[in-house]
């Protein structure tokens, strides 16, 4: 990257936002598999990272994929992968390794309808409770999402910045739409926004480095394949050495330790937007490109004087339970806006105080909500018919 | 030699069965290792699930631990990031060739510089004696109790067809000549394959009426053969031993280089 001090201002696909904050972070490795509506991410990295000192490999499928960003972070380099709906599912697999080990690395899902082949070209937000429980077994992960091709920039960032913080795989959800949609890119010089560099151990070489042995602030400070310690890493339930244990009091130990790292933190995690919540008394929810519906519809109703605002999520898990439970509490009617069935509506009903007020408005044949779609549910609601 | 240097000695004793290959394979190993005065630091085992995958926790390299079939995948990142490490990949049959079989083929084709060492004892042994794409037809198995009427096939073939540059077989009972086909194959710039036809006494030989360990050892003696000798050419029945590729290709992760460098020019 060049060290430039003015920004540099593009129009590009959301995709490409996504790589581009993924090389702002610090992006090294890249290995992925073609598949549409994620394809671009792949494509740009595969000209842009050699340029940028990284390395970048097509696999012969998603599983190779994700397990390839697990050894490339382990030796050393930031690394991500990229695929959409059926590849998800592929890489669940690997995503528990990386969770089990903390290995950071970065997950990005742009999402189309399913299950299965689904829609390949159209845009969903099916995926919310996979890229929570995809994988098997009791853990937490970090989901974030955005609706601009700005915010694709700046969330990917983000992502890179938790993934090396806490040891994490985080998944980046976006959606066709958010992908796809062209917008104009303003790319700080570097430096501006901030990068979490990997914390990397000072334990001198021939001293006994223990790489699951957490320091007095939970992190775990990393030391690269290659480097002066080498260490056992396990998917197995593991002991301070990383090696297989069966102790019960050491896989409480763990398991705790990675519920905890992330649960206890959803309130840090927690990125949002808002827009006239203060004094709405219909709120609505929204994330991704169904959050660009909701902010027409809200913009449009503000201008004719009615109390209505817009809560953005940009994190979907950890759950932002405090924060939803604070935005709603004026609300008379909350209104969850996405495509799916109704995947954070579920999340929202459970904390909010009148979960009988909460209101769904998706769209599930692979179009876009509109804020057409989201006006004749409120009139409804309301009591105005269609 | 002192094999204490190269293990982690606190982790000891290992949970292999009584009389199990393995350990055979894992003491070649360490000589090929030692022999060849490669410093601990700059080797990396990366293993998948199983019997053999265990082989990771012993050594005194980096080490990977990783998934069901997935070592080699795991590994190219590794080697993509540092290719100056040694990196060698100990892999069941089960785990190489059935669930890990589509990443051994590409790992072949690419001709990324590694060790591949196949710890063949045709059987899933972890998981208590099921059949494996290498048993062959006709074996007794946990999962096969009227015999197994699934073909094997010859994973050196395999590897030539995929593109592997370097291809070897040899047995547990052939000791000295693993290591030397692991200096080879550690000295081979390249995709390298080592299967090693290794004893499962537990599962394979018990259900199986192959005997013990030293009955099984004798079968690989009596039942195999050099490439290129006479006991061979005799009786086409025997299994082949010995270096059956060893060719020069262009390697992966420098034909990488070449590209970063590329890419900076345009």
């Known amino acids: 990257m060049s060290h430039k001090t003015t920004p540099d201002i593009c129009f590009v696909q959301g995709n490409e936002a996504c790589v581009r904050g993924a090389l702002y972070a610090g992006l090294r490795f890249f290995a992925g598999y073609p598949i549409t509506p994620s394809t671009e991410i792949a494509e740009h990295l595969a000209e842009q990272l050699p340029r940028a000192g990284g390395r970048f490999i097509q696999m012969e499928d998603e599983i190779a994929s994700m397990c390839a960003v697990c050894g490339a972070s382990l030796a050393g380099a930031k690394a991500m992968t990229a695929t959409s709906g059926p590849g998800f599912s592929l890489k669940q697999e690997a995503i528990g390794y990386a969770v089990m080990t903390e290995i950071p690395c970065v997950v990005v899902n742009v999402q189309r309808a399913g299950p299965s082949t689904g829609l390949a070209t159209k845009v969903a937000q099916g995926d919310v409770n996979q890229a929570r429980w995809g994988t098997h077994g009791d853990h937490s992960i970090v989901v974030l999402t955005a609706s601009s091709v700005q915010d694709v920039f700046n969330v990917t960032i983000e992502a890179f910045n938790i993934a090396e913080t806490y040891r994490t795989p985080v998944i980046l959800l976006f959606d066709e739409v958010v992908g796809h949609m062209r917008e104009k890119l303003v790319i700080p010089p570097e430096g501006e926004i901030p990068v979490v560099q990997r914390l990397r151990t000072e334990v001198k070489p021939g001293v006994n480095y223990h790489p699951y042995l957490p320091r007095e602030d939970g992190r775990l400070p990393m030391s690269d394949f290659g480097g002066a310690h080498r260490y056992n890493v396990t998917g197995l339930y593991h002991d301070i050495w990383g090696f297989p244990t069966e102790n019960p009091e050491q896989v409480d130990k763990l398991i705790h330790h990675l519920v905890d790292k992330l649960e206890n933190r959803a309130e840090k995690l927690a990125l949002w937007k808002e827009y006239y919540v203060e004094d709405a008394e219909h709120l609505l929810i929204s994330y991704g490109s169904s959050a660009r519906s909701a902010r027409h519809l809200v913009e449009t109703r503000r201008a004719k004087g009615d109390r209505i605002g817009l809560l953005e999520l940009q994190t979907l898990w950890p759950f932002p339970a405090q924060l939803v439970r604070e935005k709603t509490a004026k609300a008379k009617n909350i209104f969850m806006v996405e495509m799916n069935m109704g995947q954070v509506l579920a999340q929202v009903k459970q904390v909010v105080q009148r979960p009988d007020r909460v209101f769904l408005v998706n769209s599930m044949d692979g179009q876009m909500v509109t804020p057409a779609d989201i006006g004749k549910i409120m009139r409804v609601v309301e009591g105005r018919g269609f | ?266």
């Open chain 2, 1 to 266: 030699m002192s094999v204490n240097n190269y293990i982690r000695e606190r982790f000891f004793p290992h949970l292999w069965c009584p009389g199990c290959g393995h350990g055979t394979i894992l003491n070649a190993l360490l000589r090929t290792v030692e022999s060849l005065g490669i410093d601990k630091s700059n080797m990396c085992m990366v293993s998948g699930i199983g019997c053999s995958a265990r082989i990771s926790g012993y050594v005194d390299f980096h080490s990977m631990h990783s998934m069901h079939g997935r070592a080699l995948a795991c590994a190219t990142g590794i080697k993509m990031i540092k290719p100056e490490l040694n990196v060698v990949v100990p892999m069941g049959d089960g785990d190489a060739m059935a669930i890990g079989g589509n990443h051994f083929i590409h790992a072949c084709r690419r001709n990324i510089d590694m060790v591949a060492i196949i710890m063949n004892n045709r059987i899933y042994g972890m998981t208590g004696g099921q059949y494996s794409p290498l048993s062959g037809s006709g074996i007794l198995a946990t999962t096969a109790p009227y015999r197994s009427i699934d073909r094997e096939f010859d994973a050196t073939q395999l590897a030539m067809g995929a593109g592997a540059t370097f291809v070897a077989r040899t047995t547990a009972f052939h000791v000295k000549e693993i290591g030397s086909l692991l200096k080879k194959a550690f000295e081979h710039k390249g995709f390298s394959v080592v299967e090693v036809l290794t004893q499962c006494p537990t599962y394979f030989g018990r259900k199986n009426k192959f005997g013990g360990p030293v009955q099984m050892l004798e079968w690989y003696r009596d039942n195999t053969a050099p490439l290129g000798s006479k006991k061979l050419e005799e009786n086409s029945d025997l299994i082949p031993r010995g270096v059956f590729r060893q060719v020069d290709a262009p390697e992966y992760c420098a034909e990488y280089a070449k590209i970063v460098e590329k890419a900076h020019k345009e």
